[in-house]
């Protein structure tokens, strides 16, 4: 158990990765499926996926944020930061509950600028945690990290798309503004007060970041990754809507079902990574995510299934096995990254990990309108088994990648 010294830091961190996730499942997971389900083609609804790209694009300017996180022989100021940028959150998420949602383009814009400002918090929030975080924490820590990701990921892929169904648009989305003011209050409450840095410190840089070989290889580690785990999981909304699932029941099944799988995987991926390991738990969840893809693209093929077991096969790929194998990836880059730049180092796995998945969601649209489900879950199968295969036979140590 984490010490109690260290109970306000791991809630802060529970509260600031949930806040984090509700913008990106009311993003990618809800706001997908309430597209759809007002009639927007596939195409269209793929765009979303360009949000991405304040995410992809972070690691300019982390350096500027970490060195003003840990300005030289001054205090930390992690909580100044999360402050300015959670308020520019929670404005631009009460702008775009004003805004109807046709046309899409304002609602994009405002989006895009929640975007910004919630990438910018991550920056803070993570070079706080790898900063803070020693020995037995680092694992509680990462649970934080994933945990908080998929219970933010439920509330905004499942539990706004049911305040939209049952309330409306407005009320759905200023709800969610309202979550999210809170929770990032109460991150900015513990991290205050912070002792402060050594006078010494050397001034955070892209360039120290990539003359690490650890750093170099986690890219690497990351793009194989986020190509087998993610490739489909943008087109899991509107796959169930098109199943026949009415709105209200897609987000109970976003939220509650997949929130119990998601802190499932995350407890299970963190405990497997004590007893396994890391590559073998990360294997694990690669091989586990070509199997449920493969049961998808045979039914979409053809294949006659059972509608329970389609829905099952959904949630587990975007919930309990994705869980799995990304405990297993962030606990590696926390070990890889250095606690005197933390925001930098984490923030370059985490921006070719936006990357990748923007270019995903938009291809991923289009393939599914111009092909239909079948044909991308296939290619999707297709290429996790070929990155499972290859990650299988190249890497030789049984319980990490090598730094």
Known sequence: MAGRGQVPLLAGLWTAYVAQSVIGGMTWGGLPAVLRDRGLPLDRIGLLSLLILPWALKFLWSPWVEARRLPAGRPVRTALIVFAGGAVTVAGLVLVGLLPLQPLVPVLAALMLVAFATATVDIAVDGHAVGA???EALGWGNAAQVGGAYVGSAIGGGLFVLLVAHWGWTAGTLSMAVLVALLLGAFVAVSRGRRPTSASLPAPSLRRAFDRPEIRRGLILAATVVIAQKAAMGMMGPYLIDLGLPLGMVGLLSGGTSLGLGLAGAILGGSLVRKWGIRTTLLA??????????????????????????????LLSTSAVMAIGFTALYAQFMAWADPTQGGVDFTLFQCLDATISMGLGVTAGMIAE??????????????????????????????EFPA
């Open 133 to 135: 975080l020693r020995g």
């Open 285 to 314: 969840g690669l091989w586990l995510q070509v199997m449920l893809l493969a049961v998808l693209a045979l039914s979409a093929t053809g294949l006659d299934l059972p509608r329970p077991l389609l829905v099952g096969a959904a």
């Open 370 to 399: 111009a092909a239909g489900f079948g044909a991308l879950f296939l290619i999707c199968a297709g290429l996790a088994g070929v990155i499972a295969l290859l990650l299988t036979i190249t890497q030789q140590r049984p319980t």
